[in-house]
T-cell receptor
Framework: LAKTTQPISMDSYEGQEVNITCSHN???????ITWYQQFPSQGPRFIIQ???TKVTNEVASLFIPADRKSSTLSLPRVSLSDTAVYYC?????????????FGQGTELSVKP | GAVVSQHPSWVICKSGTSVKIECRSL??????MFWYRQFPKQSLMLMAT?????????EQGVEKDKFLINHASLTLSTLTVTSAHPEDSSFYIC???????????????FGQGTRLTVV
């Protein structure tokens, strides 16, 4: 399973765009990149998933360069409620017996 | 999206007793569920993979006789912490694979977690 590296923490202010970058130098050809969000004392929640280039949904965008050795989660105009831990995961095709292995995550703190 | 529910949300038990935590997929069938443990300020640690109708697969270092997992149906998996000790106090979370059928699937849905305190 590819190892991921993220900043341990980030600070931001309400209304700003936040970009969290994750490094995954050993990503395999079949690996997807998935981001989860976790609030204190809750289970993680799926945010977005991608394989290459750019993916956008109603809450975030995911940018993946051509070499796929990193990815960037972009949260537009964050609010206080976006304060959480964000996890980047790589690989784990759950249909083929894969597993979701969590790295350290990035603790995002949004201030007024 | 799909819903995974855990029960109880929190539990306090005496040292030496056993505690059962339930994980249910409410609106889909889950042949595979996963159990995690999370200590304060730490990431989720995968404990085991629960397969319906067969034995669970435990991660290295996880005692299978202490953390009993049963996946008796496609919608229910249970984790029993046997002879609990204070060091077993933690946040336990289950998850189930999304029922989507696309070729590559790495999305899972997580329960709300169970806070276990052993006194």
């Amino acid at each position: 399973l590819a190892k991921t590296t993220q900043p341990i923490s980030m600070d931001s202010y309400e209304g700003q765009e936040v970009n969290i970058t994750c490094s995954h130098n050993n990503i395999a050809t079949n690996d997807y990149i998935t981001w989860y969000q976790q609030f204190p004392s809750q289970g993680p929640r799926f945010i977005i998933q991608g394989y290459k280039t750019k993916v956008t949904n109603e809450v975030a965008s995911l940018f993946i360069p051509a070499d796929r050795k990193s990815s960037t989660l972009s949260l537009p105009r964050v609010s206080l409620s976006d304060t959480a831990v964000y996890y980047c995961l790589v690989g784990a095709d759950l249909n083929q017996g894969g597993k979701l292995i969590f790295g350290q995550g990035t603790e995002l703190s949004v201030k007024p | 999206g799909a819903v995974v529910s855990q029960h109880p949300s929190w539990v306090i038990c005496k040292s030496g007793t056993s505690v059962k935590i339930e994980c249910r997929s409410l609106d889909f069938q889950a042949t595979t569920m996963f159990w995690y443990r999370q200590f304060p300020k730490q990431s989720l640690m995968l404990m085991a993979t629960s397969n319906e109708g067969s034995k669970a697969t435990y991660e290295q270092g996880v005692e299978k006789d202490k953390f009993l997992i049963n996946h008796a149906s496609l919608t229910l998996s249970t984790l029993t912490v046997t002879s609990a000790h204070p060091e077993d106090s933690s946040f336990y979370i289950c998850s189930a694979r999304s029922p989507r059928t696309r070729l590559m699937d790495t999305e899972a849905f997580f329960g709300q977690g169970t806070r276990l305190t052993v006194v």
